[in-house]
């Protein structure tokens, strides 16, 4: 297999796996070590976030279609790109966390889609809810006027039973 056959396949690979993605996280990873490579890879794994590190001229190539397109406007020096499949913020969250540990590890630019997010976005794409807290916020939404409006219901003959037993005190006495 030639070398432009080898860097056509991963190319192809990389397009495949952005197809999938949800969000796209690219970070310049200069000065970062072995030892605190492996132990970010080995986080991502069990995150469902993929850790990419290719040539610009590869990425770019596979980033030219996609709606991570966006992003070619960063991908300048060194750069590793997170992806994230299940949740949004997953890969956000992970490069947030990490950030705290490993200080030379920086944020370039972040996309959802089609939108280029600058580096100060990272912190609200990180705090998005996950699909359970989603749910559990829209349930609560829908819930909401249903239970208002029992509860008025309720207070409404709790305050009618209020009035009559004070009839029947004043009555009494």
Avoid: W
């Avoid at 997010?117 to 749910?135: C, I, R, S, W, Y």
Wanted: proline share 3%.
């Amino acid at each position: 297999m030639s070398n432009y056959e080898l860097k056509a396949a991963k190319v192809s690979e990389f397009q495949d796996e952005l197809k999938d993605a949800l969000c796209v996280v690219v970070t310049d990873y200069r000065g970062i070590t072995g030892e605190q490579m492996y132990e970010l890879r080995k986080a991502s794994r069990s995150q469902n976030v993929h850790i990419k590190i290719l040539k610009n001229t590869l990425a770019k190539r596979a980033l030219n279609g996609t709606p991570f397109s966006c992003l070619d406007e960063v991908m300048s020096g060194p750069v590793m790109l997170a992806l994230s499949f299940e949740e949004p913020g997953s890969a956000a969250k992970l490069i947030k966390q990490y950030m705290k540990d490993v200080d030379v590890l920086s944020v370039k630019g972040l996309s959802l889609g089609d939108h280029l997010l600058g580096p100060d976005q990272l912190n609200v794409v990180a705090t998005l809810p996950n699909k359970e807290q989603a749910l559990s916020m829209l349930l609560g939404t829908l819930k909401a006027p249903t239970t208002k409006l029992a509860q008025t219901l309720q207070q409404t003959y709790s305050k009618l039973a209020y009035a009559l037993n004070a009839l029947i005190d004043t009555k009494a006495n």
